[in-house]
């Protein structure tokens, strides 16, 4: 069964401070997708990264990067220097195939709160 | 253009209406979605669409219907709801096979 867990409901921060986002996904595919979606108070869910399985290079944009381990299962995201526009729910997804269609599992969602 | 648009953005409905939700994307995406999000919650898959076919529908309630009339319109006609099932209800697109799909920013709807 494909399974994703953000064990971290909420956090909150001070900005200009760095934070990392966990994700721990579960799996019986040997290729899959995993992504990261960014979704303020407007409601719109906005696309950050999407990474796939062989490839386990780590990736940065800007301020995000994301550390990808197949060995502990996890795509964790982090923020440097946070800013309050960064304030959002994040989502962590793995793409999914049934019937032919792609599906995306996503975990619970953490809270970001960056206070100025 | 890498815009989904759905409309209206806000709906309050008696359990009596029937209403539609809309959405439409000019990517040329072949796939798309359509999610219901209660609060807190993350996004639930309702319906699935590739090339212009229903290839998922997760086991929604028939006061729900999904209509795709051509490949960059998505509609979802509503009728009886119920007050559970006020929510955000957020269309998505993406190319077929394994590609990031694309949201909208969503119709919040409220049954009363």
């Known amino acids: 069964a494909q399974k994703v867990t953000q064990a971290q409901t909420e956090i909150s921060v001070v900005e200009k401070e760095d934070v990392t986002l966990d994700c721990v996904y579960e799996?019986?595919?040997?290729?899959?997708?995993l992504f990261w979606y960014k979704q303020p108070p407007s409601g719109e869910l906005v696309f950050l990264i999407r990474?796939?399985?062989?490839?386990?290079q780590n990736e940065i944009s800007g301020r995000y990067s994301w550390n990808f381990q197949k060995s502990t299962s996890s795509f964790n995201f982090t923020i440097t220097a946070s800013q309050v526009v960064d304030s959002a729910v994040y989502f962590c997804?793995?793409?999914?195939?049934?019937?032919?269609?792609?599906?995306?599992?996503f975990g619970q969602g953490t809270r970001l709160t960056i206070n100025p | 253009d890498t815009e989904v648009t759905q409309t209206p953005k806000h709906l309050v409905m008696g359990m009596t209406n029937k209403k539609s939700l809309k959405c439409e994307q000019h990517?040329?995406?072949?796939?798309m979605y359509w999610y219901k999000q209660k609060a807190k919650k993350p996004p639930e898959l309702m319906f699935v669409?590739?090339?212009?076919?229903?290839?998922i529908n997760e086991s929604v309630p028939s006061r729900f219907s999904p209509e795709c009339p051509n490949s960059s319109l998505l509609n979802l006609h509503l009728h009886a709801l119920q007050p559970e099932d006020s929510a955000l209800y957020l269309c998505?697109?993406?190319?077929?096979?394994?590609?990031?799909?694309?949201f909208g920013p969503g119709t919040r709807l409220t049954v009363t």
């Open positions: 990517m040329g995406h072949r796939a």
């Open positions: 799996t019986r595919d040997t290729t899959y997708y």
């Open positions: 990474r796939n399985s062989f490839d386990e």
């Open positions: 998505a697109s993406s190319p077929t096979g394994s590609h990031e799909q694309y």
């Open positions: 997804a793995l793409r999914s195939l049934i019937q032919g269609a792609q599906k995306l599992v």
């Open positions: 669409y590739s090339y212009e076919k229903l290839s």
